[in-house]
T-cell receptor, first 115, second 112 residues
Framework: EPEVTQTPSHQVTQMGQEVILRCVPI?????FYWYRQILGQKVEFLVS????????KSEIFDDQFSVERPDGSNFTLKIRSTKLEDSAMYFC?????????????FGSGTRLTVV | GNSVTQMEGPVTLSEEAFLTINCTYT??????LFWYVQYPGEGLQLLLK?????DKGSNKGFEATYRKETTSFHLEKGSVQVSDSAVYFC???????????FGTGTRLQVFP
C-alpha cells in the first residue's frame, strides 16, 4: 500500500535555528498538508498546499513557517527560527481530493525537539 | 465554526468487552467523517470513514455510522483486544475547506 514518508523521524535543534522537515507524499495525490501535535494535545492543522501554492493556512502558520514542493515529489516544511513552543510531532499528509473522499494518508511524523 | 467533540478518556476495558467512543460534530453542510487511530509511538492511521449521511464505515471489527439527525459518528467494536489499545481520533472534513478538524482524542486501554 502506498505510504507517505517523512524524514527525519526525530530532530533536535537549538532555539533560533532553522529546521526543514521533509515529506514524500503519495505520488498521484494532489493535496498536501502539514499538521502538528504538541505532546498530549490534539492534532492541529497548519497548512494545505495544492497546485503549487498554499490553499489554506491556520493562525499557527505565521511568517516563521513556509512550505515548498521543490521537485514534484518532496514536500517540505521550514521553520525559520525555532522556538521552544515549536516542539511537537509534525505530520505530513496527502490526499487525492479536497474532501478526503478517498481518505487522507498521514506519514509517521517527525518529532521536533527545540532545546 | 466547525468542531468535533469526543468523549474524555481514558477508556479502560477488559479484553472482549464492548467498546463505544462517542463523537459529535458541528459543521455546515455535509462533512466527511473519519476515525483515525494512533498506536503508541506511531503516526495516524485511517481506521474508517463515511462521506454521507447513514453511511457506515467499518474496518478491523470497528464500525461507525454517520448520523445526520444527531450529528454523531460514534465508534463501536463488539469485542476489543489488547492490541486495540491506542488513541482514537474523530475528525471531520467540511465543505470548501482543506483541513481535517480533529477531536481531542480518546485513549483506550484494554487489559487481558
Amino acid at each position: 500500500e502506498p505510504e507517505v514518508t517523512q524524514t527525519p523521524s526525530h530532530q533536535v535543534t537549538q532555539m533560533g535555528q532553522e529546521v526543514i522537515l521533509r515529506c514524500v507524499p503519495i505520488s498521484n495525490h494532489l493535496y498536501f498538508y502539514w499538521y502538528r501535535q504538541i505532546l498530549g494535545q490534539k492534532v492541529e492543522f497548519l497548512v494545505s498546499f495544492y497546485n503549487n501554492e498554499i490553499s489554506e493556512k491556520s493562525e499557527i502558520f505565521d511568517d516563521q513557517f513556509s512550505v515548498e514542493r521543490p521537485d514534484g515529489s518532496n514536500f517540505t516544511l521550514k521553520i525559520r527560527s525555532t522556538k521552544l513552543e515549536d516542539s511537537a510531532m509534525y505530520f505530513c499528509a496527502s490526499s487525492l481530493d479536497q474532501q478526503g473522499w478517498y481518505g487522507y494518508t498521514f506519514g509517521s511524523g517527525t518529532r521536533l525537539t527545540v532545546v | 465554526g466547525n468542531s468535533v467533540t469526543q468523549m474524555e478518556g481514558p477508556v479502560t476495558l477488559s479484553e472482549e468487552a464492548f467498546l463505544t467512543i462517542n463523537c459529535t460534530y458541528t459543521a455546515t453542510g455535509y462533512p466527511s467523517l473519519f476515525w483515525y487511530v494512533q498506536y503508541p509511538g506511531e503516526g495516524l492511521q485511517l481506521l474508517l470513514k463515511a462521506t454521507k449521511a447513514d453511511d457506515k464505515g467499518s474496518n478491523k471489527g470497528f464500525e461507525a455510522t454517520y448520523r445526520k439527525e444527531t450529528t454523531s459518528f460514534h465508534l463501536e467494536k463488539g469485542s476489543v483486544q489488547v492490541s486495540d489499545s491506542a488513541v482514537y481520533f474523530c475528525a471531520l472534513s467540511a465543505i470548501n475547506t482543506d483541513k481535517l478538524i480533529f477531536g481531542t482524542g480518546t485513549r483506550l486501554q484494554v487489559f487481558p
